[in-house]
């Protein structure tokens, strides 16, 4: 009776470590208060490097099928527009490297729009949806990842297993004096704050 009481105990703590191991692999994303982000709370995504131009906003370009474009603000003093972001497996927190939503309204959800010809790039826009991991969505999801001591956004989505997807960093692409988000091999380091 003993041992099967000794094999329980010993079992329990296994069990037990083994989930303390897990939860703390998860690293979250921190704002620059040091605040882990929080899913469906507003942010400011700043550039690190200052003298280039603002926060991330919004724009409307003539030439696009989807009404809007996520560009960084010509204004360095501008934070640009505050977003949210919605973890696919809705986390309490936004783990780093995790597929999530980026949104300033319900209908404004960050999406890789179709590769544009002319200028030979992959922008981004606010045509996505929000939610729905899978094949149907796959376009909608990106990661915040670490990048020196600060982060960077990805595209590589990993909500649908059988999909081909690209993998790259998000950058910035002028065109016609607009800083035009895209995917990039020269990412855009960021930095989160809070908007109150």
């Not at 094949?135 to 600060?150: C, G, L, M, R, S």
């Amino acid at each position: 009776m003993s041992s099967l009481l000794y094999i329980f105990l010993l079992l329990a703590v296994f069990i037990s470590h083994r989930g303390a191991t897990t939860e703390a692999a998860v690293e979250p994303v921190k704002d620059i208060n040091e605040k882990p982000l929080l899913p469906g709370v507003k942010y400011y995504i700043l550039p690190v490097i200052r003298g280039r131009g603002g926060g991330l906003t919004m724009s409307n370009l003539k030439t696009e099928t989807c009404p809007t474009s996520v560009i960084q603000d010509q204004f360095e003093v501008s934070q640009g527009l505050p977003w949210k972001f919605s973890p696919y497996d809705k986390s309490r927190i936004i783990p780093v490297s995790t597929d999530v939503n980026i949104k300033s309204s319900p209908t404004s959800i960050w999406e890789l729009a179709n590769f544009d010809e002319t200028t030979k790039q992959w922008f981004i826009s606010t045509c996505g949806v929000e939610g729905n991991p899978g094949q149907k969505t796959v376009d909608n999801w990106f990661k915040i990842d670490k990048f020196e001591k600060d982060y960077k956004i990805r595209f590589c989505p990993t909500v649908c297993n059988f999909c081909k997807v690209i993998c790259r960093d998000v950058g910035v692409f002028v065109q016609d004096g607009k800083r035009r988000l895209a995917l990039s091999d020269v990412p855009l380091k960021v930095m989160f704050k809070r908007a109150y």
